[in-house]
């Protein structure tokens, strides 16, 4: 029995004149692993912000849970329970790795100024906790021996580890990956695979956009394909891949 | 007398005296996105390196008709703020192009300090009032008075302004600071020589402060070693109003700002029942830059940068 | 490791004892090496209060990166605030409760109200960024100077430029701190009260720097400096985080500001005009941005220099030149702008700047390198 997570409907989203979205609609379902493809310029980027609540669509519906996601800001969003990474990274480039999982803690963490002040037995508590799992969020991407390295002094590899740690911090239902394996190398990919796979297998849903169709054949239970800010087609990797209108799209001639 | 047309000239005047001002400021941030706090102290020295000019030639007895006079003392303040505008980038500004954002203005505070209490060692605590060479005939239009000098200032600052938009839209020079302005890296790729753009932009921002001052120091009859400060301050204002880094924005920025205030001082009082009487014409510019803000928060005539994820 | 943790430790609390009793020794130690003790103290005292400050600016400007021109005006806000509930300028208006609250009522009110026009002040601006954010608070921080220099009509309320006089001392627990004290066979005078006095409170604002700089809130700051939009991405409100930084910067000014009430015994607007948002901002940068001690440094630098060179200048330029050549007042400025510019340009990132900032520093090397290979390219293109 296949529960949905997350739904939009008829979302509208434009730049000026420019129609970046028109119309789409599309349903993740909890515990997949869904991919969103599409040509360059397709709108995918757009879609993946304003899943994420950073555009604010013009019109349409947006739900995640049974809970209304419509134009709500980036902080709510998370606080429902999704969590992105960002396609050119966007790391607190001058705190340590470890600070950087602990901010993504921030939302589900309560220690306001008085209990900074104070460090009554409640907050050490937090902060103990907050420490425990960063630390722990570090190992599990890969990178604990890095926790006091500034995040800007990481390789690139290590800083998409970390985006991810980052965002699993959060506690997300859904974790959107936004072009995670980009200027990645084929050994880095396969790594960066594995993770996501043993990420799903925890229960965390995972949207992901990405350019390589291959790796998103072989790791996507459904895809979504979009093009020109509209959805063309969607289905599991097997339909997606012969529908004739995503050829085209891709290929700029329709299949004899 | 007609209080509003009045107000509107006074208005005008001061206006483009703020935009050749906030003119300099705009376009050093527009290359460099910093803050020159000094600028307002260049503007000063123009003023006072030109009386002193003026009165060196009146004492020596030389008999020159006032505007010659004026002109010669121009002569000579402008090359002075060009100077000084070129070497406060090289000693204070250019060391620090990769440091972090707030090391340049706090040395450009320095830079300010530096020359304000220089510039009172040199001519005093006092007032300098403004040598009365030139002619003060007063013409009547409408009900309102304005005067040769205002003309001329107005006449001037037009002049100068569409100066520099030709430069900048139509010469070399002007190309290679636009393309520096839009991407530094890319235009050294280009082969602009960035370090000289960036030093003509506070040559030719100076040139236009030191005649600002002159025209400040003419239309109050004054100059003092602090004018720099409150002027550079305004000008500043007015240029973040018409949106920082575009030239346009500047001067439609000075102008209005200047005519705001010059209006909002006239009327002020009788607005609010002479609760709020025109020493709260400093307030003004504020307030009404805190509004614009608000609503388009990179100025009248800036760009909107759209957030980018 | 654990070892050398405690050991740093042990050396930490030598240091510390041995700092406590310097600073406990200090006015009497001031007292016995100057002639002029007491003005060095009073120097100490207004140091101390810049500390405050500083550490106020640099939750704002260090830690969360919103450029404050303002940042006076909570000082003004708070010394106005003492100044009108403790003289006798409204006392006849006043309502009785209100009029010379206890202490520290008096002072945890001067932190709210101060923190309150921190989040007015904050708010409109929060969509601002950079330089824009730069102007505008300047700009509230003349609008606040300014009010305070008219609002002696209709109604008189500041006293307009005359400021209010006759600021009562503070009573502590039945003491005066106006008249002399005798303990411990010392006499304690107003300027000694005053120097423990903003001591304390003075440690009180370090310690809720550093408790707040290591911990949730502290971090959403930094985060909020380092991207606003990954921050918000993160969960983070950054519009509520933000104006918590507004107001915990404005408290730490309005506390300061309560103390140089009492401690002066008058304010007038002069007192908080835009060159001090401008001096407080210059400590915070020059001792290096973000880093406590750094700041702390930073205020008493900039704050007893002039002071210093006061004493110095002039006894200088009378046995260098044998007769007054130049106003000692603007040289010891213009030395002291001097200063500025280059200790910034010898330590871009503040004296003592944090280990963030220096490692932000690094990549420097790097475009230096850059840069230098750029000029060979050029000098090659210009040899063809």
């Known amino acids: 029995m296949t529960e949905v997570l997350l739904s939009i409907e008829g979302i509208n989203k434009r730049f000026g004149g420019l129609h970046a979205l028109s119309g789409v609609g599309l349903t993740i379902n909890k515990g997949e692993i869904y991919g969103l493809i599409g040509p360059n310029g397709a709108g995918k980027t757009t879609l993946f912000n304003v899943l994420t609540g950073l555009y604010q669509p013009d019109e349409g519906k947006f739900t995640f849970q049974g809970k209304d996601l419509f134009r709500k800001k980036p902080n709510v969003v998370v606080e429902s329970g999704i969590a992105r990474t960002f396609q050119n990274i966007r790391l607190f480039a001058n705190m340590t790795t470890l600070e950087n999982v602990m901010v993504g803690q921030h939302v589900r963490t309560k220690t306001g100024v008085l209990g900074a002040v104070l460090r009554h037995p409640k907050a050490k508590a937090e902060e103990e906790a907050i420490r425990l799992k960063s630390e722990g969020l570090l190992a599990y991407v890969g990178i604990a021996d890095r926790a006091e390295e500034l995040a800007r002094n990481l390789s690139y590899g290590d800083q998409r580890r970390l985006e991810i740690a980052r965002a699993l911090a959060t506690n997300p239902t859904l974790l959107a990956l936004d072009e995670p394996a980009a200027g990645m190398n084929p050994k880095e990919t396969d790594d960066l695979k594995k993770l996501m796979e043993k990420i799903r297998a925890d229960g965390v849903t995972i949207l992901l956009i990405e350019h390589d169709v291959k790796l998103m054949m072989g790791l996507c239970d459904r895809i979504a394909v979009l093009d020109y800010g509209k959805k063309i087609a969607e289905g599991v990797p097997e339909q997606v891949k012969n529908d004739p209108r995503v050829i085209e799209a891709y290929l700029g001639v329709a299949p004899e | ?309 | 490791m654990n070892a050398l943790l405690m050991e740093n430790n042990r050396k930490n609390t030598i240091l510390l004892a041995v700092l406590a009793v310097v600073l406990a020794v200090l006015p009497w130690a001031l007292g016995g090496f100057f002639e002029n003790g007491n003005s060095w103290l009073r120097a100490v005292d207004f140091a101390l209060l810049y500390i405050m400050l500083a550490l106020g600016l640099n939750i704002v400007v260090g830690y969360a990166g919103l450029l404050d021109l303002g940042y006076i005006a909570f000082y003004a806000v708070g010394a106005y605030l003492f100044a009108i509930l403790n003289s006798p300028h409204l006392q006849a208006v006043l309502p009785a409760w209100l009029s010379h609250p206890p202490f520290l009522v008096m002072m945890i009110l001067a932190a709210v109200v101060a923190g309150i026009f921190g989040v007015l002040l904050g708010s409109p601006t929060l969509k601002l960024r950079g330089d824009y954010l730069a102007i505008v608070t300047l700009g509230f921080g003349e609008i606040v100077r300014i009010f305070m220099n008219n609002l002696d009509r209709p109604v008189n309320i500041t006293n307009g430029p005359q400021g209010i006089n006759n600021i009562d001392p503070v009573q502590i627990g039945g003491y005066d701190f106006g008249r002399p004290i005798e303990f411990l066979g010392l006499t304690f005078e107003k300027i000694h009260l005053y120097y423990y006095l903003i001591l304390a409170f003075c440690v009180l604002i370090i310690f809720v720097s550093v408790r707040l700089q290591n911990s949730r809130i502290g971090r959403a700051w930094v985060a909020i400096r380092e991207d606003e939009i990954a921050a918000n991405a993160m969960g983070i409100n950054t519009r509520n985080v933000k104006l918590l930084a507004f107001a915990m910067g404005a408290s730490f000014g309005g506390v300061s500001g309560a103390l140089f009430a009492s401690f002066q015994g008058f304010v007038s607007p002069e007192s908080f005009v835009l060159m001090e948002s401008i001096m407080v901002l210059c400590m915070v940068v020059l001792g290096g941005m973000g880093n406590i001690p750094g700041v702390i440094l930073g205020a008493i630098i900039v704050s007893i220099t002039p002071e210093l060179l006061r004493d110095i200048i002039n006894p200088l330029q009378m046995a260098i030149a044998g007769k007054r050549v130049v106003d000692p007042e603007n040289l010891r400025m213009l030395i002291f702008g001097l200063a500025m510019i280059v200790i910034m340009l010898v330590r871009p990132a503040g004296l003592w700047p944090s280990k963030r900032r220096r490692a932000e520093l690094k990549p420097k090397t790097k475009d230096i390198a850059l840069q230098e290979k750029d000029s060979l390219q050029d000098a090659e293109r210009n040899h063809d």
């Open chain 2, 1 to 309: 007398m007609d209080i509003f047309l009045q107000q509107l000239i006074n208005g005008l005047v001061v206006g483009s005296i703020y935009a050749l001002i906030a003119l300099g400021y705009t376009m050093v941030y527009g290359i460099m996105q910093l803050i020159n706090f000094a600028h307002g102290e260049i503007v000063m020295i123009g003023a006072m390196v030109t009386i002193t000019c003026i009165n060196l030639l009146v004492g020596a007895g030389v008999q020159l008709p006032g505007p010659a006079l004026l002109l010669v003392g121009l002569m000579m303040a402008i090359p002075v703020s060009m100077f000084l505008g070129y070497s406060i980038e090289k000693i204070a500004y250019q060391p620090l192009r990769k440091a972090p954002r707030l090391a340049p203005l706090i040395t450009a505070i320095g830079v300010s300090i530096v020359l304000q209490q220089a510039a009172m060692l040199i001519w005093g605590r006092n007032y300098r009032p403004f040598p009365q060479i030139l002619p003060s005939e007063v013409h009547i239009i409408g009900g309102a008075a304005i005067t040769d000098l205002q003309i001329a200032i107005i006449a001037l600052a037009l002049l100068l302004m569409g100066g520099l938009f030709f430069m900048i839209e139509k010469t070399k020079l002007g190309r290679a600071m636009r393309a520096t302005s839009q991407n530094p890296e890319v235009a050294k790729l280009m082969g602009v020589n960035v370090n000289t753009i960036v030093s003509m932009t506070f040559v030719i921002g100076s040139a236009l402060g030191a005649m600002a001052g002159v025209m400040v120091a003419a239309n109050y009859d004054q100059a003092h070693a602090y004018m720099g400060f409150m002027i550079g301050l305004k000008a500043f204002t007015a240029a973040v109003l018409g949106g920082i880094g575009n030239i346009g924005g500047a001067v439609l920025g000075g102008i209005l700002l200047g005519v705001i205030e010059s209006l909002g001082s006239g009327y002020l009082g009788d607005l609010t029942g002479g609760v709020l009487g025109s020493h709260y014409k400093d307030i003004f510019a504020f307030v009404v830059l805190i509004i614009v803000l608000v609503f388009r928060p990179s100025g009248l005539l800036g760009e909107r940068v759209a957030e980018r994820a």
